[in-house]
């Protein structure tokens, strides 16, 4: 006969007694149903609305619809592919400004990143698009790239001002200049820290793409506009939802992916393992010492 061990209390809370238990199946049967009820009166009205009728489906199956979603978002992808990088490499050249020395660097450094973090996305393009009479597609990835750069900037900064202020004065008493401390000591340490928060803000930078029909870049949002606006079809604005969503989650889905893939491999890694000390034993003594 088996015993269930009685489960231990821990810091955070206290275990839940059988009352207790009781009254939590109750919430959560309680919610799942509200829930299930939601989602069939969602459907009901799907349905008594006509939204699965044939005719507001049948846009799909055509080639020509079906290159134009392709299109769009291949455009999407290489909009936010030149936007990432982009990002990354102007948060890190602003990172470098706020954290250096010169009290000039640093303080330009902090107003670019306070400006461009505080201006609405949509306006930066629009007055790029608009006022400086750039093409969609560079207005559009200009925009991102100011604004996620300077919000990456600041995530930068602080991942790297999070490392123990022991391993920079270490680094500094070996010799160490400090672009060198930076990008061979701090840099590598902090990532683990500031990964799931690039990895967010990059989720950002590819919804925002969606801002590009705006401006008439046809990115996969354009291009389910196109098709949901088309009386010939009866204007399947709900099919095209229930079609473009699921593909904009499941690319957000696989960043987030991305990113728990890469922080175990770092885990992995060697190289970034802590080393095992051997334990203590007695030795030859120093010569003079009794």
């Known amino acids: 006969m088996t015993t269930r061990t009685a489960p231990s209390a821990t810091a955070l809370y206290d275990i839940p007694g059988p009352v207790a ?3 939590h199946r109750l919430y959560g049967t309680v919610s799942t149903v509200l829930i299930l009820a939601l989602v069939g009166w969602v459907i009901y009205l799907l349905f008594d609305t006509g939204q699965f ?13 079906q290159k134009l979603l392709l299109r769009g978002l ?13 990002s990354l490499v102007l948060g890190a050249v602003l990172a470098v400004g706020r954290l250096s ?26 007055f790029i698009f608009v006022a400086l009479k750039v093409q969609p597609l560079p207005a559009l990835v200009t925009g991102l790239t100011l604004y996620n750069g300077s919000v990456l900037a600041e995530v930068f900064r602080t991942g790297i001002n999070s490392v123990e202020r022991g391993q ?6 070996l010799g160490m200049r400090k672009t060198q401390v930076i990008t061979f000591v701090l840099a590598p340490q902090a990532v683990r820290a ?23 870049y046809e990115e996969f949002l354009h291009a389910g506009k196109l098709i949901a606006s088309n009386l010939d079809y009866d204007l399947p604005f709900i099919p095209v939802v229930m079609v473009i969503s699921p593909i904009y989650i499941g690319m957000c889905m696989l960043l987030s992916w991305f990113a728990t ?17 051997a334990p203590a034993e007695p030795g030859t003594l120093l010569p003079g010492v009794q």
């Open 53 to 65: 009728t044939s005719a507001k489906w049948t846009p799909f199956e055509y080639k020509g619809i």
């Open 21 to 23: 238990r009781k009254r």
């Open 168 to 173: 920079r004065e270490a680094a500094y008493a």
């Open 261 to 277: 893939w890469v922080a175990k491999r770092e885990r992995r890694n060697p190289k970034t393992k802590a080393v095992e000390v």
């Open 74 to 86: 291949g455009n999407t992808l290489k909009a936010f592919a030149y936007a990432a990088v982009l």
């Open 101 to 126: 020395d010169h009290r000039v660097v640093r303080r330009v450094s902090t107003l670019l990143v306070e400006f461009f973090r505080a201006m609405p996305v949509l306006v930066m393009i629009f």
């Open 194 to 216: 500031m990964l799931p928060t690039i990895i967010s803000q990059l989720v950002v930078a590819l919804k925002d793409t969606s801002l590009g029909y705006l401006i008439t």
